[in-house]
């Protein structure tokens, strides 16, 4: 069995891998980064080497070095670091697993690979129960995201039963719209034991009803504040509120998303609102163009997503 340590709980930012204007991985802001998501935005667990993160773009030693980085620099004061280790070769896949336990990371995700793909819910456990045992004393996590992998296999399905497979499954990260899936997910998580994270960063709302635990996401890189202040009007059971910190987050994202948005927006919008460069994305993916960036700064500031000091809290037109 993993360490029963704390759940994982609250917002996770999934962290973007700053790079050098030559295409080579900037460490040397990740320090910058954490004080940054910590001070500014409120977020204390990361997922390292994700989708925003390139994490299947990079080489292997990349992932190494920038897990290792993301750790020792988290160490006292971030809680969680999660390491996301999927690859397509299941011996990288247990590498980096590996390494991930000998760094002290907090626990290890996995994605479906996806170019030769599992077909069923046996062979894709089996393959998440060969990188889970390399790191057994590490919470392993699964990461769904079938619109990227395009292994549709149900979340609810693949749940049924996993702890028998993989004892340090402690839940999963659910990045898709299928909210009868997820329902199911913790519909059958009765011991409430494990983590099951909302992956859609503007339908969280929906998440947190349906029974979400916690959120990861590009967006808490920079809408962490915002986002966690729907977390605490949620709590408090003010939903009218909630809604329009949710409506809130939903305009900028819809801006975005109508202007063409994925990762390397991302590093753009993270670098306007922070203040930390990011770099260029690597190839196949390609630099933001001015026109996004221009039109998102725009409208981060419309939305008082820029300063954050000044807006009253309950004010719909404060982002409006
Ligand atoms: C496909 C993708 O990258 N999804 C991210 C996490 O899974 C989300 O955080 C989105 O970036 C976010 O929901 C905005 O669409
Ligand atoms: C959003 C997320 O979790 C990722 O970038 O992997």
Redesign the pocket.
Known sequence: MASPKKKLQGL?A?TITPMTENGEINFSVIGQYVDYLVKEQGVKNI?VN????E?LSLSISERRRVAEEWVTQGRNKLDQVVI?VGALSLKESQELAQHAAEIGADGIAVIAPFFLKPWNKDVLINFLQEVAATAPALPFYY?H?PALTGVKIRAEELLDGIQDKIPTFQGL?F?DTDLLDFGQCVDQNHQRQFALLF?V?EQLLSGLVMGATGA???TYNYLGKKTNQMLEAFERKDFSLALNYQFCIQRFINFVVKLGFG?SQTKAIMTIVSGIPMGPPRLPLQRATREFTDHAEAKLKSLNFLSFAGLKDGHLEACG
């Open positions: 996770v999934a997922f994700g989708t925003t993160g994490g996301h990461y995201i990260k990045s992956g960063d990861v996401g590009s990762v």
